[in-house]
Each structure stands twice: as structure tokens, then as C-alpha cells.
């Protein structure tokens, strides 16, 4: 397709999707409503394995010290941890008569056994223990977690996706005359699909921006809500920073996506018509 077309095709959609203003806003509200509930969703899934595991694991590793590691060792030791990316505390216990250790702290149940590969064999390191007691009964359950996770994830994509087509036949059949009329004036098939299909991809991206904006600053509310009362019983959740570097990518292009797809149905109905 050439640039021009290209063009043309970018600003008579835009053009079209203000002269349709009540439409356009009706089909981005559907679009923004069903991605808010899609991410209402995926976080609960996402918090709720958090929080099982969080319930049952510090993630926490203790660096033993031997009891005549030379001051150089130890400040090597110490600099490792400071500059170890998958640290998220550490503390030094100096209890006699037990030896000094580092207690370090990791973000996930994966940087544990970063952690031990990292200081394993380091000079004046006695020994290296992790403290992960998480019952196999519960790494079942997570595991179903995820699968159900997924299951309902796709079932969700496929709920999602005909709502949206739904509300393109609704936005996109009053406007009929507007397809006769270009068939009559020599538009081909294909330049006519183009043409809803860069409007349905205006509305998708904008309709997911909505939504991970609305998304964000109420699940924000509720985190730092919850978050001050379930820190100390060691439950943490997902950061609303996650929505903004993960989900909302993930969602511009499933409301791209899902919208463009669904214009192709419906204008397909139309053309046949």
C-alpha cells in the first residue's frame, strides 16, 4: 500500500470518527469497558498467586561468614549484594556466639538460586542457606491457579471479542448508504475495508488507552489502600506501575487487534450485501 494511500486512509478516518461522534465514543466506551474488566481480572490473578506464595515464603537467603573472613572479603561480599539486581533487602546479624551473616532478601521465588549461584565458592563465605518452605499441596494449587488463569483468560479474549464486534455492527450499519455510495463511485472492496479498518484501529487504541488509564489510577487507590494493612503480614501485590509497563502494550494491541478484526467481519457482511 502506498504511502499516499495510506494517508488519505488515516485522515478520512479521522475525519469520519468525528462526523460520527456519538457512534465512535458508544464503540470506544465498549472497547475501554471490556479491557478494564479483561485487567481487573488478569490482576486479581496475578495478586492472588503473589499472595499465596508471599503467605508461605520470605524468599529470604542467609549468607553464613566465616569466623576468620578477612575485612577485604567481607566488604567484597557486601558490594556483591548491593550490586545484585534481584536483591530487594539485606541485613547483617552479628549474634555471638553464632557466625555473622548476611540475611538477603529477594524479590521472587527464580532469585533464590541466583542468589546461591552468585556467592557460591566466594572467599569467606562459610555456607549458604535458603529459607523457601513452600508446602507441595500449595504449588499445586498455583499451578492450577495459572491454568485456570489461562483458560479464562482466552475465554475472556473470545467474550471480549464479540462484544466489540457487536458494537461495530452497531456503529458501523447505519452507515450502509455511505459503503453504496462508494461502490457506486468505483471504490474498490478492498479500499472500502481499508477505510473501517484504520477507523476500528483509531478506536481500539484509543478505547484500550482509557481503559489502562481508568485502570490504573483505581487499582492505585486500592493498592496503597490494602497494601498498609496486608505489609505486615509479609502479602504483597502487583505495583500499579505494572499496568503502565506491561498491560498497557499488551492491551493497545489487543484492542488494535480485536477491533481491525472485527471491522473485517462486518464490513465483509456489508460488501456482500
Known sequence: MKISTLNLLSKDASKNLRNNATTSISSMTSIMSTLFILGIFVLFMLNLRMGIIGIYSKYEVRVTLRDDIKITD????????QASNVVNDSAFENNTPLSASYIIKVNGPNDISKIISQFKGVQGVNKINSNQNIPNNILGMIKMIQWVGVILFLIL???TFFLIKNTIELAIYPRINEVNMMQYLGATDWFIRWKFIFEGIITGFLGAISAV???YFLYSFAYHKANSYYEALCISFIKPSFIFTTISWSFILIGIILTAIGNIFVI????IV
Open 74 to 81: 567481607q566488604r567484597n561480599i557486601y558490594k556483591k549484594i
Open 157 to 159: 479474549m473470545v467474550a
Open 213 to 215: 488509564i481508568v485502570l
Open 268 to 271: 465483509k457482511k456489508l460488501l
